[in-house]
């Protein structure tokens, strides 16, 4: 268990989600915090994922839209919590180019809504219940755009790439990331003009268990085992900076429980990789763990490369490291591993999350 004595009230939104679903499950499992889940159960929440924490005395889930003002500050109300983790989002690049007003309702004005609610439950709030308040809003490195790719750089300059810091412009490329850039400005104007007690965090890729098959590493682990091809935007030249998502979860509970009021915190996994070389290991774990006849790069095709698509994104985590102590546990290559084998040991869950809805089809194409 954690060895923080005090037990908070903690709402996460978007906890029926990838990132918030493992939030929820390390609050649960390690410290003492109680959680009230809040989320609309759109296409990519599930309550599957939260099956090994449901029956916590310290576990509440409500089925509320973060758009809906009524149903917001009807949580505050009811549950008093000192802490609010703001995770639920559109988060799909590919998803946002075919319908960007989803991203703006959810991402923007979702945000907008939990902001007020937040300030107005707070504006209530006395003594230590007040000063000890704190709303975290979770983000994402797509919104400082794109680096340099190593290819367009000389030797010299390839020897210090630059990677994202928490002082780093935005300049979104995406929908998704402007929407996202939008609700964090948010964010740090209901700080600013209102005081309100906030923390920011960005993140890089996340990957590992429960995450919905839309997203590169699922996909290709799914479309391997069913003999489906593998495709690859472009050349498969981007390059990502990956963190393993229970690494995340740990960051971020680090940051809403310890975290400076005002500040900014970047959450990154140390692990920059190129897209095309994520998807030939995992072929090559499962050429070890399951083989077939033919190996599975085989598999692999090359498409059309989406519309705007960011070259190269990377994360400069030393702050979080130097001011709070915390850095992933998680190699890639230890976490690849890991997540393949969990897609090959719960093909039923997999198979539940796609609904009929989606069936990996491309999106993003437009």
Known sequence: MSNIEVSRTIVVTGGAGFIGSAVIRELINNTHHIVINIDKLTYAGN????????????????????????????????????????????????????????????????????????????????????ANFRFHHVSTDEVYGDLPHPDELSETERNTLPMFTEENAYEPSSPYSASKAGSDHLVRAWHRTFGLPVLVTNCSNNYGPYHFPEKLIPLVILNALEGKELPIYGKGNQIRDWLYVEDHARALIKVATEGKIGETYNIGGHNEKQNVEVVKTICSILDEVRPKEANYEEQIIYVADRPGHDMRYAIDASKIERELGWKPVETFESGIRKTVQWYLDNQLWCKHVQDGSYQRERLGNK
């Open 47 to 130: 309550l599957e994922s939260l099956k090994s924490v449901e029956n916590s005395e310290r576990y509440f889930f409500e089925k509320v839209d973060i758009c809906d003002v009524l149903g917001v500050q009807n949580i505050f109300n009811k549950y008093q919590p000192s802490i609010v983790m703001h995770l639920a989002a559109e988060s799909h690049v590919d998803r946002s180019i075919d319908g960007p007003g989803e991203f703006i309702q959810t991402n923007i004005v979702g945000t907008y809504t939990l902001l007020e609610q937040a300030r107005e439950y707070w504006n209530q709030l006395e003594g230590e219940k007040k």
